[in-house]
């Protein structure tokens, strides 16, 4: 059996590939409807403008729920595993869960919210993903590695964390830089003085981006031993 289809391995899997899809599609359809330069836009410039917009929204509103479910599903893993061998105290794992839903709701808030239209708005949105997701996935490989060897094997601490870092020393610069650009526009000349600002941003921004897609992808091994049931009880008289 294909391993993405053991236990709840779909949920991290559907979300890696679904994300992918999102940005992948997004950025093709801005590039050849000659809506954005094709060397480094920002992500959230490949849906701004019809039709690619409406692409963007669906897809990325759908990610963040997918994104939900498998921080839930992670925090319940995590708790049933400190429950059977203690790891490490519980809030932890609560903290973690906490703000890995508010960087989907910045998600969310991206998806719907376009940057042209509502720049503080989305603006905001995306802050609340980027530093919440940064954050959620330090807080994971830690937990990765206070639960080694027992849960989890030390490459694959070895790898959350290091995804972990790059993710944390790009949205420094990310952030830092897209605050000094004067004005939000989609199209760049390298002769404008914010033109330096914007690449460094960008490049930054896809790099934290896929971060988190290839975060999730470790997430598949550990989702194949759960399962999901669903029980319903009926209660008085039918």
């Known amino acids: ?46 849906g701004t403008t019809p039709p690619e917009s409406g692409i963007f929204g669906f897809m990325i509103n759908f990610s963040a729920f997918l994104g939900a479910a498998t921080m839930y599903t992670r925090y319940k893993i995590v708790e049933k595993q400190n429950q059977t061998s203690y790891f490490g105290t ?21 998806a719907n919210f376009q940057e042209l239209a509502v720049p503080v708005v989305h603006d905001g949105g995306a802050l609340l993903a980027f530093v919440c997701g940064v954050v959620y996935t330090l807080l994971q490989s830690i937990i990765s590695y206070k639960s080694c060897p027992q849960w989890n094997s030390i490459l694959t601490c070895h790898i959350r964390m290091a995804i972990s870092a790059v993710s944390c020393a790009a949205v420094v610069p990310m952030i830092a830089c897209a605050s000094l650009i004067s004005i939000t526009k989609l199209e760049w000349n390298p002769k404008e003085k914010d033109y330096v600002y914007h690449v460094v941003s960008a490049i930054c921004e896809w790099t934290v981006a896929f971060g988190f897609i290839f975060y999730f992808l470790t997430f598949i091994q550990d989702f194949q031993s759960v399962t999901l049931r669903i029980s319903t009880e009926i209660n008085g008289d039918v």
């Open 1 to 46: 059996m294909l391993c993405f289809l053991k236990g709840m391995a779909f949920v991290p899997f559907l979300l890696v590939t679904w994300s992918s899809a999102a940005f992948i599609i997004s950025y093709v359809v801005a590039v050849l409807s000659g809506h954005v330069n094709p060397f480094l836009p920002y992500i959230s410039d490949t």
């Open 90 to 110: 519980p809030v932890f794992n609560l903290v973690s869960l906490v703000l890995g839903l508010v960087g989907c709701i910045g998600m969310g808030i991206v």
